[in-house]
């Protein structure tokens, strides 16, 4: 008869799980795995609970991460959210039409958003604010002022059509153009912006952000009737457009401030 005496098991050095974690490229794991043992016994976790626990603060380190690089290299400007935008200010921009667009459908379906309106209600901001949620959605997203867009444009003209491919505001998910029509294009310039257009087209995304109406485009286009018609048909094919119409929340301040020194004077 064997004594039945239990096989000691080999001690574990706390060390060696850091290192086997490290090399896992857990590195956050590696780093907290004490602090987290620490808690799983004060509160008596399971095992799988302790396990369960180590990977998912992982996982949030990662995708935090993961989302400050890719807003990083988005070139989205920052303080532009869902969250601070004030609806109530502009009934013109539907709450319901802004939430559906926020889940990013179009972009998975590789439709465009066309916002127009006039200066300062709100397009640049909302325009900042869906680039957020289209990251936070894992889509890689490109902004750009048309004016700076038009300037890679321009140095990219005599670079091959396979390394074009590969420049961002090529091949991203979504790519938003921010002021277009604030200043007329040169004829290279919109037929830079046609390559573009036309690139994109039914490959991924874009958003533009306006403040002139369909009708004015020939103009912004170099007056080129034929070119506008070729972008805007790309462009409108499945694609949303956004009329903001009402004040400018820039002015909003002058207009609060014109108000009270006129109660005052009434008051006086
Ligand atoms: N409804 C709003 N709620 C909160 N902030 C707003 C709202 N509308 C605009 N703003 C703020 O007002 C400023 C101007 O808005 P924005 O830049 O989006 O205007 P715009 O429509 O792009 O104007 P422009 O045509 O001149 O570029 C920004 O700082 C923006 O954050
Ligand atoms: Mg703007």
Redesign the pocket.
């Known amino acids: 008869m064997s004594s039945a005496v239990p096989k000691k098991a080999p001690k574990v050095d706390l060390d060696t799980t850091r290192d086997k974690l490290t090399r896992l490229g857990l590195v956050h794991a590696s780093e907290h795995v004490s602090e987290t043992l620490a808690r799983s016994a004060k509160e008596s976790w399971p095992p799988h609970r302790f396990l369960d626990q180590l990977l998912e603060d992982e996982l949030v380190v990662r995708e935090e991460r993961r989302l400050k690089t890719a807003l990083r290299l988005s070139g989205l400007p920052t303080g532009?959210t869902l969250g601070?935008?004030?609806f109530a200010?502009?009934p013109s921009v539907e709450r319901n039409r802004i939430e559906t667009l926020a889940t990013c459908t179009w972009i998975r379906e590789k439709e465009s958003l066309l916002m127009q309106?006039p200066?300062?209600?709100?397009?640049?901001?909302l325009a900042i604010a869906l680039g957020i949620r289209a990251v936070e959605n894992g889509f890689s997203v490109a902004f750009h002022r048309l004016e700076d867009l038009l300037a890679a444009l321009k140095r990219d003209a005599e670079v091959s059509p396979q390394r074009l491919r590969r420049r961002k505001h090529m091949n991203v998910a979504l790519l938003i153009i921010d002021?277009v029509g604030f200043e007329p294009m040169t004829r290279q310039e919109a037929s830079l912006f046609f390559r573009l257009v036309s690139y994109r087209y039914g490959r991924g995304s874009i958003l533009i952000?306006t403040?002139k109406g369909i009708q004015d485009w020939p103009e912004v286009l170099a007056g080129d009737e034929v070119l506008t018609t070729a972008i805007l048909d790309r462009l409108l094919h499945r694609s949303h457009v956004l009329n903001i119409s009402g004040r400018s929340?820039?002015l909003r301040e002058l207009e609060q401030a014109a108000a009270k020194s006129s109660g005052a004077a009434a008051g006086a």
């Open positions: 532009h601070n935008f004030d200010f502009q309106g200066p300062g209600v709100g397009k640049t901001h002021e952000t403040n929340y820039r």
